[in-house]
């Protein structure tokens, strides 16, 4: 009776050893099952918020690029289009990298602005990816993959609306120079009239603007102005 009761006593030890040593590599799949669920949730959180960032950055860029093509005259990119291309490109990439670094310093940005569709009239293009730090994915040899976060913004260049108000009166056919007596006006050989110098410097106006982009309307009066024919203007060729 005392043997069995002994055998019984030591069945019961080796069954509690096994039980624990059954429950060690349980609990360390669990706790390692734990601890990865949260990795991941740290790091797509993380993912998440750099991305709204990222796309905050390249809104910024687009609508800045867009504003810089919009004030600069058309004769100033003309003269030189692939400066005024590397300038905006250089201003979109500053928009970019100063709105990240507020909370971010990042070491990969990559930031491509399309400039060709907005020179043009039309919109313009940013698109910035750069890849974002993280607390568990970076120990994974996908982690270039993982971490890459990307955004594209557009914005369209705001065309000008000119409305310009012209003088055509009688007096406009007198020289330039009020200075200079003309006895049998409209006739003053050797000197420009008003009406010629306000051509001139109406079409040099125009010139400075986006022809597909930019309108203009066109008035003028003599001795009562008249705002019922506005005519919208294209192009230099139709100053008459």
Known sequence: MMQQYINSSADKKIGSRNEVGAFIPIMTMML???????????DGANLYWKHIQTQKAVDAAAATAAKLIA???KTSQGANPTGFTNEIKSLAAVVVRANLEVHDTPTTLNVHT????AIEGEKISVTADWIAPLFLMKIF??????GKVAATASAEVEPAMVSLMLDTSASMILPDDPSIGCPHPP???GFSSRYIVLQDALIQFILQFNEKRDKFYVNNFSVVANVDSLVPMTTPNNVV
């Open 71 to 73: 004030v600069t005259p």
């Open 141 to 146: 040899p996908e982690y270039q993959t993982f």
């Open 187 to 189: 006739f003053c050989p």
């Open 32 to 42: 390692s099952t734990i601890f990865l669920l949260i990795g991941l949730a740290i």
């Open 114 to 117: 399309d400039t060709a569709a």
